[in-house]
């Protein structure tokens, strides 16, 4: 053995936190778990994750890494509206080098590693006839790969069919490299065009093999229903499993007829949704006065139904959103509020949402914490799943490919009255 974390928490499988086991890591594989004590060290690394969850990476599904830490550049977005963030990413997209998209990203990067992140899949802005962005990040995916998977979506902001030479840059985007086609119907200048780019999206993905992640419905209008075609295009094209619809906020839009039919079509036609309440509980509802909506897909039902959901970050200091810091935990919090799925098990199943889905989403089989699995995990400084998007604690050590890519040392907070000094631990057991 080369590693062994002792006295670490797995999933519950009953709804309370597990007994503690010791996890042995050999090459970049899980060798053995067992209960506490019974695995010698005999020279391996030994961490001490007193009584911590050890649990897969996080993921995020859905982020723009393009875009990350510009705020303010050349402007803030004054009304913090998605139109406005739009417009001000095209100024500021004019300005864009290889070495500043890097600079940003990889800084971002570093903040998702920091909290647990494994693996990312990244829109980049391909409406540009020099395709910077998408060079720069390419580049980016090879430097951090011992850090990250990072797998990188042709994202056309300003539409395909709307766009000067759409189609032609997103074929040399996927050219280059990118892992996956992305799209946005939405925006398309009409109904007819929006659903013409959701075919030729499908087309693209017949010529090159590639799955596809396209924005779709990300809007209040209950009229913009493009993921009916995604889903009606997928079962056609036998792509279940292949296909990633991520935001469709319209869908919170949708009478419950119509939405009923759709949760019907995209379980048939395995669609993943990605939700991204960070962003979208801040951008939505904007043309409403009260009551005023909230912005998200029906993230409860859709489980519900059998759909596979995910939950992304979407934004990190950025034209649309000038908060974030990289955390997945901010991420699944911010669902679990806007989703009312506060029961005791709903918090557990938002987890998922940050892990296995989002996995299942990207199209990777294993992301498990269990005996012949990667040796890529994640040890927090809480007991369990519950708690982690309670606290958002430290992640202690994050583990990829057997090897220890991050390390957080725990905050520890006193409270001094007089001469009395009180540990607090934000944990009822005190
Ligand atoms: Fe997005």
Not at 60 to 70: G, K, M, N, R, S
Not at 109 to 130: M, N, Y
Not at 185 to 204: I, K, N, Q, S
Request: with cysteine; glycine share 10%; proline share 5%.
């Amino acid at each position: 053995m080369e590693l062994i974390v002792r006295n670490a928490r797995l999933h519950p499988t009953d709804g309370r936190a597990g007994e503690p086991v010791d996890v042995a890591v050999e090459g970049d594989r899980i060798a053995a778990i067992r209960p506490r004590g019974q695995l010698k060290a005999d020279g391996a690394t030994e961490l001490d994750a007193e009584g911590g969850l050890l649990s897969p990476p996080l993921v995020d599904p859905h982020i723009h890494l393009d875009a990350v830490l510009t705020v303010g550049e050349p402007r803030h977005n004054a009304s913090g509206t998605l139109i406005e963030g739009i417009l001000t990413w095209a100024e500021r997209k004019r300005e864009l080098t290889i070495e500043d998209v890097k600079r940003r990203a990889r800084q971002a990067i570093h903040w998702e590693v920091a909290q647990g992140t494994g693996l990312i899949r990244s829109h980049v802005d391909v409406c540009d006839p020099k395709l910077t962005a998408l060079r720069a990040l390419l580049e980016l995916r090879e430097e951090v790969r011992d850090l990250v998977d990072l797998r990188l979506i042709a994202f056309p902001q300003d539409g395909i069919l709307s766009f000067p030479d759409g189609p032609e840059l997103m074929r040399e985007a996927l050219r280059l490299g990118c892992d996956v086609i992305g799209g946005i119907p939405h925006y398309e200048w009409t109904r007819e065009d929006g659903v013409a780019e959701v075919h030729l999206l499908f087309e693209l993905a017949r010529e090159t093999g590639k799955g596809i992640d396209l924005h779709c419905d990300e809007t209040d209008d209950e009229q913009s229903r493009f993921l009916e075609v995604v889903a009606a295009d997928t079962m056609r094209s036998g792509m279940q499993g292949r296909v990633v619809a991520g935001h469709t906020t319209a869908m919170g839009s949708y009478n419950d007829a119509y939405a009923f039919k759709l949760l019907q079509i995209l379980r048939r036609g395995g669609v993943s949704i990605v939700a991204n309440p960070l962003d979208n509980i801040a951008l939505q509802g904007r043309f409403d006065s009260y009551p005023k909506r909230r912005g998200m897909t029906r993230v409860k039902e859709l489980d519900a139904a059998g759909v596979n959901v995910a939950c992304g970050h979407d934004s990190i200091m950025d034209p649309w959103y000038p908060l974030g810091r990289g955390s997945m935990l901010d991420a699944v919090g911010m669902l679990v509020h806007v989703g009312q799925m506060t029961g005791r098990s709903e918090l557990f199943r938002a987890y998922e949402m940050v892990t296995t889905n989002a996995a299942r989403a990207a199209e990777i089989d294993v992301w498990r914490v269990a005996e012949g699995c990667p040796a890529n995990f994640v040890v927090f400084d809480c007991r369990d799943e519950a708690e982690a998007i309670r606290l958002r604690p430290a992640a202690r050590w994050v583990v990829r490919r057997g090897k220890v890519v991050a390390e957080t040392e725990p905050a520890r907070a006193v409270v001094i009255s007089g001469d009395h000094r009180t540990p607090v631990s934000f944990a009822p057991r005190g």
